[in-house]
């Protein structure tokens, strides 16, 4: 028999699920209060780090802050947002995996100098798209010592 491959439209459940406001996240109030007054308030973060055992929202949380930090809102006049509007070209292209500007990495795979090196340099160039070049780095722990030491740089 053949094997059977995935519909086009087949997605794991905990992506299908997968929170897209801030007001959706669970569990996580003081997290969302913390990022809604930094947003609020334009006092916004070079960097977040998201720490946590596994399954609690972090690369969630990430993609949402990419979005309320990117959105332009539907009549494309809006800054960051705390309630990203999800209709925008910039909150639409980050739900769909496309947004030239919020790259997202997996450590655990890409653990060598060179993977950063990429990012490093990636940093020196403005926005293309949207109003902040996001990069989201999952399992960062997973980097050897001196691709953790190349970032740091």
Do not use: W
């Amino acid at each position: 028999s053949e094997p059977m491959i995935p519909s086009a439209e087949y997605r794991v459940l905990a992506r299908k699920y997968r929170p897209t406001s801030f007001k959706d996240l669970k569990g996580q109030e003081v997290l969302v209060r913390t990022l809604s007054n930094a947003i609020e308030s334009g006092r916004i973060a070079h960097a977040f780090v998201l720490t946590g055992i596994r399954g609690i929202g972090k690369t969630t949380t990430a993609r949402i802050i990419a979005r309320a930090l990117n959105c332009t809102g539907p009549d494309d006049t809006g800054g960051p947002t705390i309630d990203p509007c999800g209709q925008c070209a910039n909150c639409t292209a980050i739900a769909e995996d496309r947004h030239v500007d919020v790259m997202e990495m997996d450590a655990a795979t890409n653990t060598g100098v060179d993977n950063m090196r990429n990012i490093i340099e990636a940093v020196q160039y403005a926005p293309a798209m949207g109003r902040y070049k996001i990069f989201i780095i999952d399992e960062v722990h997973m980097l050897s010592k001196s691709a953790f030491n190349a970032l740091l740089k």
